[in-house]
């Protein structure tokens, strides 16, 4: 009886765990078809015509927000991702002073709550007097992202083996040179994945953005707005179809690696 409980009791607890992740998404996807006029609560029908019309006149701040995230994410990942990248490689590859307390921190920002540092970033772009618009909203991200990024491509920077950068420099490279050509193709898997991340936490963030982001809307700030009177069907489209983006790219990702794992063992 104790064998039999243990063999099913995992299975059945990761079941009931992927349900309940899954149901708010299913919900989201269901009511993106909801032929629902101001609100967007109760069922009302089944329609296409929110996926045909998502930046229709009535709700084109849909759109509008979902836009601005995109180029707030953009912008805030290449910056913490460029920054976030050298200070990685200075961290390993370099002896400077204070490199321990400059690597304690990096985690500063990882391990304080979202409020307290939106709140802090906000009373300073108040007494420095910079007003609140995107650029506030993409300095903050960049801020918060790039221990992230940090994090990430530092593991990879010290599993880099330094011997083939001393190769490099044997065969009359360049410093530009053994970068661009031994390093970063070595560095570039981990620079992605730091890349995807920082993209990741800059869309969909709320509680930094709320507070540095004046009278810009950004897709996250117009559900939380929206939630009051049911989030309209259009943004459900859009969260719907991010959804579905990211879960093609991951099951492409994945078949892709396994193919190539297939053929090498082949070879």
């Not at 045909?52 to 805030?76: E, K, M, R, T």
């Not at 991200?141 to 990024?149: A, L, R």
């Not at 491509?153 to 065969?171: N, T």
């Not at 410093?175 to 661009?180: A, N, W």
Request: charged share 10%; aromatic share 12%.
């Amino acid at each position: 009886m104790k064998i039999s409980l243990g063999r099913w009791l995992l299975p059945v607890y990761s079941v009931l765990a992927l349900v309940f992740l899954m149901v708010p998404i299913v919900y989201t996807f269901i009511f993106s078809f909801n032929d629902s006029q101001k609100s967007n609560i109760t069922w009302r029908g089944f329609t296409f015509d929110k996926w045909l019309n998502v930046c229709n006149v009535q709700n084109g701040a849909v759109c509008q927000a979902f836009s601005n995230s995109l180029i707030i994410g953009a912008v805030a990942t290449v910056a913490a991702t460029t920054l976030g990248t050298m200070i990685a490689i200075a961290i390993v590859r370099y002896r400077f002073r204070f490199r321990s307390a400059t690597s304690l921190l990096l985690f500063l920002p990882m391990a304080t709550p979202e409020v307290v540092l939106g709140a802090g970033l906000a009373a300073q772009f108040l007494s420095v007097g910079v007003p609140k618009d995107m650029l506030t909203i993409i300095l903050a991200h960049t801020m918060f992202c790039i221990s992230f990024v940090v994090v990430t491509v530092k593991a990879r920077v010290a599993s880099l083996d330094p011997a083939l950068e001393e190769a490099g420099r044997d065969l009359y490279g360049s410093p530009g040179q053994v970068f661009l050509r031994i390093t970063f193709p070595l560095l570039l898997p981990g620079i992605l994945a730091a890349a995807l991340l920082s993209f990741a936490l800059s869309f969909d963030d709320f509680i930094i953005t709320n507070f540095n982001s004046g009278a810009v809307t950004t897709f996250p700030k117009y559900i939380y707005i929206s939630a009051a009177r049911g989030i309209p069907a259009e943004a459900n489209v859009v969260a719907s179809a991010v959804f579905i983006l990211a879960l093609v790219i991951v099951v492409s990702a994945q078949v892709s690696a396994s193919a190539r794992a297939k053929r090498l063992a082949k070879d």
